[in-house]
T-cell receptor, first 114, second 110 residues
Framework: NAGVTQTPKFQVLKTGQSMTLQCAQD?????MSWYRQDPGMGLRLIHYSVGAGITDQGEVPNGYNVSRSTTEDFPLRLLSAAPSQTSVYFC?????????????FGPGTRLLVL | SQQGEEDPQALSIQEGENATMNCSYKTSINNLQWYRQNSGRGLVHLILIRSNEREKHSGRLRVTLDTSKKSSSLLITASRAADTASYFCATDTGRRALTFGSGTRLQVQP
């Protein structure tokens, strides 16, 4: 199993550009989530999904969209990038109800918005 | 504000010593988890302790949970240089998502 994969590893955007961060898992996990990690602030939840077709907002959802058309994929879309979205983005997945179980994290995507 | 807060923010010890880091949280939890993050990498799950448990062990790791004080501690015994990483606690408050603290940066000097 590849586990949780994320692409790209690193991306530079200009303010106002849009892009999609890809996340995929091959463990048949129902629960998937996106976090951003900023220096000194730990991880903050952006969006999560408890299964295909179901998504919900986390702590910091503004400026981001998600969809879950398949169990395997959970892309994160930045609609109009802003410098405040410069961060490291992590995707995670887990079995069952997810938040009560072990989270498996991807390697992260480093995003720089100029 | 953060649900979980780790203490200390940074810790530097010598190889072979024990490392203790603490996590305090604000609201009732279903479980508490500890994760490790090596520099530039994703988080790796270490241990999960449920609200009705008081202590769990996994190898050189020992986690305690005191729900009356809303706190948890992670003890790493006989530390190694490879234990150098950031350690995060994460709490499940029943809101269908985990809440992470800001982490403790552990440096183990060889």
């Amino acid at each position: 199993n590849a586990g949780v994969t994320q692409t790209p590893k690193f991306q530079v955007l200009k303010t106002g550009q849009s892009m999609t961060l890809q996340c995929a898992q091959d463990m048949n996990h129902e629960y998937m989530s996106w976090y951003r990690q900023d220096p000194g602030m730990g991880l903050r939840l952006i969006h999560y999904s408890v299964g295909a077709g179901i998504t919900d907002q986390g702590e910091v959802p503004n400026g981001y969209n998600v969809s879950r058309s398949t169990t395997e994929d959970f892309p994160l879309r930045l609609l109009s990038a802003a410098p405040s979205q410069t961060s490291v983005y992590f995707c995670a997945s887990s079995l069952g109800t997810g938040y009560q179980e072990t989270q498996y994290f991807g390697p992260g995507t480093r995003l720089l918005v100029l | 504000s953060q649900q979980g807060e780790e203490d200390p923010q940074a810790l530097s010890i010598q190889e072979g010593e024990n490392a203790t880091m603490n996590c305090s949280y604000k609201t009732s939890i279903n479980n508490l988890q500890w994760y490790r993050q090596n520099s530039g990498r994703g988080l790796v799950h270490l241990i999960l302790i449920r609200s009705n448990e008081r202590e769990k062990h996994s190898g050189r790791l020992r986690v305690t949970l005191d729900t009356s004080k809303k706190s948890s501690s992670l003890l790493i015994t006989a530390s190694r240089a490879a234990d150098t990483a950031s350690y995060f606690c994460a709490t499940d408050t029943g809101r269908r998502a985990l809440t992470f603290g800001s982490g403790t940066r552990l440096q183990v000097q060889p």
